[in-house]
């Protein structure tokens, strides 16, 4: 964990680990966007507005193009590496959103247990759990995984222990997990400066994200090492074999809020959260999830500025044959309380409406049209001459190809 | 041609001496068992697991077979295997994906590393017992492979019924487990003697407390396919 250069050579030696692996398979998938918008500006380009696609961006767009790598370099260990490709133009080209190798021993007993080491997801979302941390209920995320998507990956060392409730005659499988990470210093000042979203582009672990317009600056790095202080988040999950799903997590990056990194121009982000969801699918193809996030940030000599956060969704999915629908109903909200600044405490606070229509039209193809309807009041958008209240609207078809 | 005549008649009746006898007994025995399986409220269950085992502990369990269990868009196809102990059963890979089976059930311990297509050779299960068979990498997959040490074995249909039209005629213990059930216990144990009347032999068998059953999904595995 001594600079972000390093992150790239841990991740050339764990492409070179697994190059050479005696069991290999490849993903890859495509998606095109047809896309009407009445979106301001997005954050993409440096603007304030809540979505992927502003209102300039009507038409045909790429929406992810995807490869993913997994083998097995031998014994019980497993390797994956995700690469997408999210726009056409200089985002982000080609960018890397996990890459991992998993110590996974098959089960002798109950009890499970496995390592993973490298670039992943916490454990925290119930929605993205289709390849390539991939919503099959919608195109966009809830806000919660959205921001997920956007500042969050664990880089470090991750275990879990979990209990198969089958193997022994219970109705329930249980599991706790813990992870140690560093490159995670920048993760909330999205929320901080934006507030939330909802898309489903994901931020890849060498790439940026937009962000805000100040210093004439709309590119942030996402995944540095600034402070040389390892975070961690410790989380669990309790199953019944009626599909019903508990889960929780606690993350704290543990960042010095006063260490600051010329190179990427930023300050460590000391964030810590908490998340609690509840998923219930039905025998009948059914999905319902609920989740909550609490948490703040602060960045600056002596916490000298300080935000919260809350966001919490609701979705309802039914599988019919081929077809799934889906409505979600997100609300969101962040508070700064404290500022090292002159001037008024930024509130942003909103809520959404989200309908989807999925279709698997054939092996391979699938076909998504989704409907989100997003009202938000974000105080700092008068800065940039903005009304701070903001209805933006989304009219969105995908069309998918998977190898 | 005389001669030949009686030879073929003497032959034939030294063959049918020798024969009729048996042929008399399993005529005399191939009695038929109709069972019906119904739930502590008389509703029907469908796709339990009916096991007939003689209470004759010298009699052998049926013949064992060769069985498969493929693996088909990341589910186990069938999901529920019936085979008499002493059975060799393949696991093939149909599937673009490579899959890692493996079952930590006592009654038959077994794994293979990752594989597509059929590389491995054929499981012997020797032990009678129910065997849960998952894939460590994709924890939905879920199958069941019922080693049985009965003479007669089967599911029940739509209608909770299911026969045997060549039982000989004894005492037997009808065993019946449910493949959704949390304990792998059978659901039902019950004595049955099956008779020779032509007739057969008919009865209903009912659970005795109400069942405790896991959820199964009738949404493709597909869907969130990963």
């Known amino acids: 964990m001594r600079n972000p250069l390093n992150l790239s050579r841990c991740f050339m030696l764990l492409l070179s680990a697994v190059a050479g692996a005696a069991h290999a398979e490849i993903e890859a998938s495509l998606d095109l966007r047809l896309v009407d918008s009445d979106g301001r500006k997005s954050f993409v380009d440096g603007g304030w507005g809540k979505l992927r696609y502003p209102a300039n961006d009507d038409g045909l767009n790429l929406g992810r193009a995807r490869f993913a790598w997994r083998g097995s370099p031998g014994g019980d260990w497993h390797a994956n590496v995700d690469l997408s490709a999210w726009s056409l133009d200089e985002h982000n080209a080609l960018g890397v959103t996990e890459a991992w190798m998993e110590w996974r021993p098959v089960p002798q007993s109950a009890w499970r247990s496995n390592l993973k080491i490298g670039a992943f997801y916490a454990p925290i979302s119930l929605e993205n759990r289709a390849p390539g941390w991939t919503n099959p209920y919608t195109i966009s995320n809830s806000a919660l995984n959205t921001w997920v998507g956007e500042e969050l990956r664990t880089i470090g060392v991750g275990y879990s222990l979990e209990h198969l409730g089958e193997g022994s005659g219970s109705a329930f499988d249980f599991g706790v997990n813990v992870a140690v990470f560093g490159w995670n210093d920048p993760a909330g000042v999205v929320l901080a400066l934006r507030g939330f979203a909802m898309h489903d582009r994901q931020t890849s672990i060498f790439g940026h994200l937009g962000t805000y317009a100040y210093g004439g600056r709309d590119q942030r790095v996402e995944f540095a090492e600034i402070d040389h202080r390892a975070g961690y988040h410790v989380g669990g999950y309790v199953k019944h074999d009626s599909g019903f799903e508990l889960s929780g997590l606690h993350y704290d990056n543990r960042a010095d809020p006063s260490v600051y990194l010329e190179s990427i121009d930023d300050y460590a982000w000391n964030t810590r959260f908490d998340t609690l969801g509840v998923r219930y699918d039905s025998p009948r193809g059914t999905t319902l999830i609920a989740q909550w996030m609490h948490g703040g940030t602060a960045a600056g000599p002596d916490y000298a500025n300080r935000w919260k956060f809350d966001t919490e969704f609701v979705l309802l999915s039914q599988a019919v044959g081929k077809h799934r629908f889906a409505v979600r109903y997100d609300d969101f909200s962040t508070y700064q309380l404290a500022s090292a600044f002159p001037g008024a405490l930024s509130v942003d606070e909103g809520h959404a409406l989200t309908a989807n229509w999925t279709w698997q039209v054939r092996n391979h193809v699938e076909i998504a049209v989704e409907w989100l309807d997003i009202h938000s009041d974000y105080s700092a958008r008068v800065a940039l001459g903005e009304l701070p209240r903001a209805d933006e609207h989304l009219l969105q078809m995908a069309l998918r190809f998977y190898l | ?226």
């Not at chain 2, 509703?43 to 009916?50: D, E």
């Not at chain 2, 017992?129 to 990498?137: A, E, F, Q």
């Not at chain 2, 407390?209 to 999904?217: D, H, M």
């Open chain 2, 1 to 226: 041609m005389e001669l030949g005549t009686a030879f073929h008649t003497r032959a034939l009746a030294s063959v049918l001496a020798l024969a009729l006898p048996t042929l008399g007994i399993q005529e005399a025995a191939a009695a038929r068992l109709d069972l019906r399986v119904v739930a502590v409220d008389g509703s029907v269950l469908a796709g339990t697991v009916v096991v007939v085992r003689s209470t004759n502990s010298s009699r052998p369990p049926a013949t064992p077979t060769k069985g498969v269990m493929d693996q088909m868009n990341r589910e186990f196809v069938p999901h529920v295997l019936i085979v008499p102990v002493g059975s060799r059963v393949t696991f093939p890979n149909s599937d673009t994906v490579s899959h890692q089976i493996y079952s930590f059930s006592p009654a038959k311990k077994f794994q293979f590393p990752l594989y597509r297509g059929s590389p491995n050779p054929p499981v012997d299960f020797d032990r009678a017992g129910v065997v849960t068979i998952g894939c460590n990498i994709h924890d939905q997959m879920r199958a069941y492979v019922f080693v049985v040490d009965g003479q007669y074995y089967g599911r029940t249909d739509t209608s909770g019924a299911w026969n045997a039209a060549d039982v000989e005629p004894g005492e037997y213990t009808v065993l019946v487990w449910h493949p959704l059930s949390r304990e792998m216990r059978p659901i039902i144990e019950q004595q049955v003697r099956v008779t020779d009347a032509s007739a057969g032999t008919s009865l209903t068998l009912r659970v005795a407390t109400p069942l405790k059953l896991r959820a199964e999904s009738t949404v493709p595995a597909n869907w969130d396919a990963y």
